[in-house]
């Protein structure tokens, strides 16, 4: 079995080391509407959490060797402990299965259960130095780095708009606490869209407006010295970006949270594409040589393809959780990756050959 080099990407600097994996207790189980719910974990050292920036995310471990990465969604703040906020993935068919690992956190897993936990990692994070406005701008489960954030905003003199798009108040989390952080001071504001509301959520004014974000929302939001933070699935983030640069805002002014490989906004989509067809790829940790072409996918799922294991989490470029060392060769990118990477090093889950040979340290 190969082994895989660690890396955390954060602030646009790679700290390369082994996963490293921690006992946590869940100590809270919350749902917080329907098919999302909470967890908040301690260690079970009793020692205080590492510390982590608004926007970074853990890496869960289940026993079946499965590993995800969830966003914290809890107070910076608050050292005690961390709360991961998670969608049940309940899958609709066999082409989209549900979550392995969402399920067996909402099925398995209850207060007093003892989790491996890694982390925190994540270059998605607030600018630390900017005074700018800041819009945060979330769809679905999308809006658990964002809350995040809005605590750590909440305490400073930022102007912040806080927009949350979902299908309806039953799958709304943290409607309250985010009504609440909006009224600990001037200059917070929260405006909520519902896609489908339903009867109870136009009588009890939930929500702001109903149906799709629209361009006249995103104008409203997109003053250009803003700063603008986007998570949430594929279509939304894309329709949003393309509106926020439609209305003159700056492309290195949005930063974004992925949710998957589908997720890629322009100009990261203009990722180059590579016209080699035909390599040999050897994974050096595992002492296996084998012939690629353009039918296999990207260098992870090929590894997987010829049961070399690698950890890996996002599998979309964001997470560097699959970093590795490229030993021999070069590779072009599917997606680019959310931050670069210091020479000799590659992304897996994103990258495919772009020499007749690569030579990877998994």
């Known amino acids: 079995m190969g082994y895989v080099n660690f890396s955390i990407a954060c602030n646009r600097f790679s700290v390369r080391k082994m996963p490293q994996f921690s006992k946590y207790q869940v100590i809270e189980k919350i749902a917080e509407c329907d098919l999302i719910s909470s967890f908040v974990l301690a260690p079970t050292d009793g020692l205080e959490v590492p510390s982590f920036v608004a926007g970074q ?71 630390p130095t900017s005074d700018r406005p800041v819009v945060l701008l979330s769809g679905g489960v999308g809006i658990t780095p964002m809350i995040s954030m809005l605590h750590v905003l909440a305490d400073t003199t930022r102007q912040v708009s806080f927009v949350h798009a979902c299908d309806n108040g039953t799958l709304h989390a943290f409607h309250d606490e985010v009504g609440r952080l909006a009224t600990t001071r001037p200059g917070i504001s929260c405006y909520f869209i519902y896609r489908n509301p339903t009867a109870a959520d136009l009588e009890d004014q939930r929500h702001h407006s109903s149906g799709l974000v629209t361009a006249n929302q995103l104008r409203a939001f997109s003053a250009q010295d803003s700063d603008f933070y986007l998570c949430g699935p594929s279509g939304f983030m894309q329709m949003v970006h393309d509106g926020l640069t439609d209305a003159g805002v700056s492309h290195d002014r949005i930063r974004y949270e992925s949710f998957g490989p589908a997720t890629v906004l322009s100009p990261r989509s203009q990722a180059v594409q590579s016209k080699v067809t035909e390599a040999l790829v050897v994974f ?52 680019e990756p959310a931050a670069p990477l210091p020479a000799g090093r590659c992304l897996p889950c994103v990258a495919k050959p772009a020499s007749v040979k690569v030579r990877l340290d998994i």
């Open 57 to 127: 995310h853990l890496t869960v471990r289940i026993p079946e060797g499965l590993s995800r990465s969830y966003t914290i969604s809890s107070s910076p703040s608050d050292r005690s402990k961390y709360r991961l906020t998670i969608k049940h993935e309940k899958g609709r068919d066999a082409e989209m299965p549900a979550g392995k690992v969402s399920t067996f956190m909402h099925d398995r897993v209850s207060v007093g259960s003892v989790l491996d936990i890694a982390g925190p990692y994540g270059a998605f994070h607030l600018d």
């Open 284 to 335: 050096e940790g595992s002492g296996l040589e084998v012939e690629w072409d353009d039918f296999s996918g990207s260098l992870l799922d090929f590894a997987e393809m010829n049961g070399v294991y690698a950890e890996s989490a996002c599998r979309s470029g964001s997470c560097n959780t699959c970093e590795c060392s490229l030993l021999e060769g070069q590779v072009d990118y599917l997606i």
